[in-house]
């Protein structure tokens, strides 16, 4: 059972699924890991976007560096099989569930911010229970990592979408 069984009036979604799927028989791509140190060591932009053509393997790429990095702290897959994925306040509930799990002090600090409140828009959710949260409480000794896969898979849906939210809110981490 999730410590937060409800976020936002959403239960979050469970990616294992989508992880073990992604990762079956694929062997890793080094490489990668040296191109994000580099950045987190020498980039002062809050986002780094790996684009390539369908099929390459970015989805696998994301669900192996979820597994592989004691950095990432989050992960959300959009995908076009399941309509949750995109829809913007799943993706406040699942990060704010992973982040609860994972980033020392988020747990407590997140808990006093009744997140199982639905709010009305979902960046404003993101602001209240992701960034005043992460502002709120001590800096990690490096760099925390939030994976988003497929942005392109949620920008077609009416109103707000993950992307807005991210657009909106993710500057402020």
Do not use: Y
């Not at 696998?60 to 950095?71: F, G, H, P």
């Not at 600090?109 to 409480?137: G, N, Y």
């Not at 707000?160 to 993710?170: K, R």
């Amino acid at each position: 059972k999730p410590a937060l069984p409800t976020i936002t009036g959403v239960a979050p979604i469970d990616f294992g699924p989508e992880i073990a799927r992604f990762t079956a028989d694929f062997t890793g791509r080094e490489w990668v890991n040296g191109e994000i140190d580099q950045w987190l060591s020498k980039d002062t932009r809050r986002a780094m976007v790996i684009v390539a053509e369908p099929g390459v393997g970015k989805s696998a790429i994301a669900a192996w560096l979820s597994q592989k990095r004691e950095d990432v702290v989050g992960i959300h897959f959009c995908t076009q099989q399941n309509s949750r994925t995109r829809d913007p306040h799943e993706f406040v509930a699942n990060l704010v569930s992973q982040l609860h799990a994972r980033l020392p002090g988020f747990a407590e600090a997140v808990e006093a911010k009744h997140p199982q409140m639905r709010r009305s828009v979902a960046a404003d959710a993101f602001r209240e229970l992701i960034v005043e949260v992460t502002r709120a409480i001590p800096a990690p000794a490096q760099a925390q990592l939030i994976i988003v896969d497929s942005l392109d898979e949620a920008m077609d849906q009416a109103g707000e979408t993950v992307v807005d939210v991210l657009v909106q809110q993710a500057s402020d981490l």
